[in-house]
């Protein structure tokens, strides 16, 4: 564990216990939450390198145009 992470623990730790079990929620959630992400990149992985191809194929067959930032 790193210095922060327990100093952070070690302040959490002085909050009343409500607090502290809301907080612990809280990054349970988050680290939960992170987990799903993580995985979602990794299974679409193979669908981003088909359609960064795809795109690139594309552009060197000349079916693409340059970004107009005034027309958006």
Do not use: Y
Not at 57 to 64: E, L, P, R, V, Y
Request: proline share 3%; net charge negative; no cysteine.
């Amino acid at each position: 564990m790193t210095k922060l992470l327990k100093k952070a623990f070690h302040e959490a730790s002085k909050l009343p216990v409500v607090e502290q079990n809301a907080m612990a929620k809280w990054m349970l959630k988050e680290l939960e939450t992170e987990r799903k992400w993580e995985q979602m990149f990794a299974e679409s992985e193979d669908i981003l390198d088909r359609l960064a191809d795809e795109a690139l194929d594309a552009h060197k067959k000349g079916k693409t145009k340059p970004l107009d930032i005034d027309r958006l």
